[in-house]
């Protein structure tokens, strides 16, 4: 079952944190997330899986800033998310979506006891401005079935920033 925008409000300070929440960017059975400022850029020509790859900051603009196509933006929620008895799950919104833009490549979905900022995987179709603060993308919630243990690995957990990837961590024995 997908918890109701009312249900998300109803758990807030119990089952679900949202920090900060503005009553305002609640939907009928999600809640609306900002972009932050900052964004990642890989700054290499070929990403490799076995080692860290480096990254550059961008600052994003009062005026905005201009994505490519064919690059992979990484950027974060403005909102701090924890919930020890939910599974988060992450989309774009489509008003940004008919834009072309992606907010995710692969990784929407969120592990119960998940604690920390969103790393989006920004990729767009055509070349737009985006803002920090717009709303982009929203959390919902699902009920977890059965006996379960909570998310509590150290590779994203609790996460003060931008993630780019941790996989070459997978390859250490």
């Known amino acids: 079952m997908i918890l109701s925008g009312k249900q998300i409000k109803d758990s807030l300070g119990k089952d ?31 990403l490799d899986m076995k080692k860290p790859n480096k990254t ?3 600052i994003i603009p009062e005026e905005g800033i201009v994505l490519e196509p064919r690059k992979l933006y990484l950027g974060r929620t403005l909102e701090y998310t924890e919930t020890d008895k939910y599974v988060p799950m992450l989309e774009g919104r489509s008003s940004i979506g008919r834009l072309g833009v992606f907010i995710h490549v692969t990784a929407g979905f969120g592990d119960v006891g998940f604690k920390g900022y969103w790393t989006l995987e920004i990729f767009c179709v055509e070349p737009i401005r985006i803002y920090s603060g717009v709303e982009i993308c929203q959390i919902y919630y699902h009920d977890v079935g059965g006996d379960y243990e909570k998310y509590s690995s150290g590779k994203y957990q609790n996460n003060k920033g931008i993630q780019p990837s941790l996989l070459y961590k997978d390859f250490i024995n």
């Not at 679900?16 to 609640?26: D, L, R």
Request: no cysteine.
């Open 16 to 46: 679900i944190v949202i920090e900060p929440f503005n009553e305002k960017q609640i939907n009928p059975n999600s809640y609306n997330l900002k972009l932050h400022n900052e964004l990642l850029v890989y700054d290499e020509e070929v």
């Open 56 to 58: 550059k900051k961008l």
